[in-house]
């Protein structure tokens, strides 16, 4: 799991919508007892990405994980990428 540096956190003074200045970010949701929860993957490529993903659905894999949303520039323009990335993840996940 690659960890956040120090110099791509965010102060409080300056947050947007994520903590960080990676270029992607891609919400998981995974079934908790109680409901569901949340955790995230982020990369500043489209590779980094996936990768992260994938680490977390290793991580959620008997909790039904699921990608509920996927941005490129998160603190930006927010674009959508939540359908590339699910066919794109589909894709290796299916290849493997």
Same mark, same amino acid.
């Given at each position: 799991m690659?960890? %956040?540096?120090? +110099?791509q956190?965010?102060?409080k003074? %300056?947050i947007?919508?994520?903590?960080?200045?990676?270029?992607?970010? /891609? &919400?998981?949701?995974?079934?908790t007892?109680?409901? =569901?929860g949340?955790?995230?993957?982020?990369?500043?490529?489209?590779?980094?990405?996936? #990768?992260g993903?994938?680490?977390? =659905?290793?991580?959620?894999?008997?909790?039904?994980?699921?990608?509920?949303? /996927?941005? =490129? #520039?998160p603190?930006? &323009? +927010?674009?959508?990428?939540?359908?590339k990335v699910?066919?794109? =993840? +589909?894709?290796?996940? #299916? /290849?493997i």
């Amino acid at each position: 799991m690659k960890l %956040v540096e120090k +110099k791509q956190l965010q102060s409080k003074e %300056v947050i947007e919508n994520v903590l960080h200045n990676y270029r992607y970010h /891609a &919400e998981i949701r995974y079934e908790t007892e109680d409901g =569901f929860g949340y955790t995230n993957a982020m990369g500043d490529s489209i590779v980094e990405l996936i #990768d992260g993903i994938s680490e977390r =659905f290793k991580t959620f894999k008997d909790r039904e994980p699921f990608i509920q949303e /996927a941005l =490129f #520039d998160p603190n930006g &323009e +927010k674009a959508d990428v939540t359908y590339k990335v699910r066919n794109l =993840f +589909k894709g290796i996940k #299916d /290849a493997i």
